[in-house]
């Protein structure tokens, strides 16, 4: 078992930058693929950025330039720097970890609202 816990969302003006953060304890390893998703109200979950055990990074069009994702696998921590946010990245962002083709642990969500 995984467990993942979010924390670092909040209400930031537009143009204006957060930090979120994942701590995962239990069976997780560095072979693990982490990622960050995010879901807005009455639309379905998608995926921001994600990164491999290997480190190889995949980011979703609508955030590149502008977020980065980055782990310690030392620490079992994974983080997202979002900068120049927009209206449109409100959402509740999700942290997600996988193994290989196994089904994915959740995290509880962590809500960001970009609103002046």
């Known amino acids: 078992q995984v467990q993942l816990v979010e924390s670092g969302g909040n209400l930031v003006q537009p143009g204006g930058s957060l930090r979120l953060t994942c701590a995962a304890s239990?069976?997780?390893?560095?072979?693990?693929?982490m990622g960050w998703y995010r879901q807005a109200p009455g639309k379905a979950r998608e995926l921001v950025a994600s990164?491999?055990?290997?480190?190889?990074?995949n980011y979703a069009e609508s955030v590149k330039g502008r977020f980065t994702i980055s782990r310690d696998n030392g620490k079992n921590m994974l983080y997202l720097q979002m900068n120049s946010l927009k209206p449109e990245d409100t959402s509740v962002y999700y942290c997600?970890?996988?193994?290989?083709?196994?089904?994915?642990?959740w995290g509880q969500g962590t809500q960001v609202t970009v609103s002046s």
């Open positions: 239990g069976s997780i390893t560095s072979s693990y693929t």
């Open positions: 990164v491999t055990g290997g480190g190889y990074t």
């Open positions: 997600m970890a996988r193994l290989g083709s196994r089904q994915p642990y």
